[in-house]
């Protein structure tokens, strides 16, 4: 198993959802590629009904680490969100519907996907979590006006390397009493107190340390799936 197989079976499972229903939209060129946004856009999603498919790429990754024995889809207690995440529901806003991914590996960490909407669609906002209890990692899109949009192809790449930065136990998440930092060996996010800045300067060497399993700070990491 590797995370090539692993993806090349998310874009099969993806295209099979669509042929199920044609008439869906399931990718869409960046509408801006050769020009600014225009200032009205700003304020508005002409097509939010478009980002349904965040949560179609969210159940083929289901289905294939379901079917490849790799963990086990259950059901989030939407009642009692304390009980999935460390600090309550994202952003502040129990979502319509979720479920975990719990992986068979000794060591690894569960991934929780969940949804909740804007504009009309109840599902067409992503949060992947992980961890238990969870972190958040992204909702996907941070921002669903026009002007922000820039095409599904990043979007949908956005949703791929969360969900593999946690399969692969890539992914790492440290909180310290002034900074809250996770990221893969791709690169990290960080986002300090405002009067740590520098701390910033120090994302590395944390990061670093939460791997090696000696950070005396809160950390999300585990072993790859498989």
């Known amino acids: 198993m590797d995370q090539d197989t692993l993806r090349a079976a998310a874009d099969a499972a993806f295209e099979a959802a669509f042929e199920q229903d044609p008439t869906s939209i399931a990718a869409w060129p ?20 478009k980002y349904r ?10 289905r294939v680490l379901a079917d490849a024995g790799l963990a086990t889809p259950e059901p989030v207690d939407l009642t009692r969100p304390d009980d999935t995440w460390r600090d309550g529901s994202p952003s502040g806003i129990t ?10 590996q000794r060591g690894a960490i569960p991934l929780v996907l969940s949804f909740r909407g804007f504009d009309g669609p109840d599902d067409n906002l992503l949060t992947i979590s992980a961890g238990e209890p969870a972190v958040p990692l992204a909702t996907v899109p941070a921002c669903g006006c026009d002007a922000c949009d820039d095409g599904s192809e990043h979007l949908l790449a956005e949703v791929d390397e969360h969900v593999l930065g ?3 136990g890539d ?13 893969t060996s791709r690169g990290w996010q960080a986002s300090a107190t405002d009067d740590d800045g520098d701390g910033l300067g120090q994302v590395d060497q944390l990061l670093q340390d939460a791997r090696a399993g000696r950070s005396p700070h809160r950390v999300v990491h585990g072993a790859r799936w498989w």
């Open 53 to 62: 498919v965040l949560a179609i790429r969210a159940g083929a990754w289901t």
């Open 30 to 49: 960046d509408p801006h590629a050769d020009h600014e946004p225009d200032p009205q856009e700003y304020s508005r999603c002409l097509d939010p009904a």
């Open 166 to 168: 946690v399969v692969t």
């Open 171 to 183: 992914f790492v998440h440290v909180s310290t009493p002034r900074l809250t930092a996770f990221g």
């Open 95 to 104: 979502p319509i519907r979720a479920h975990r991914l719990r992986p068979h």
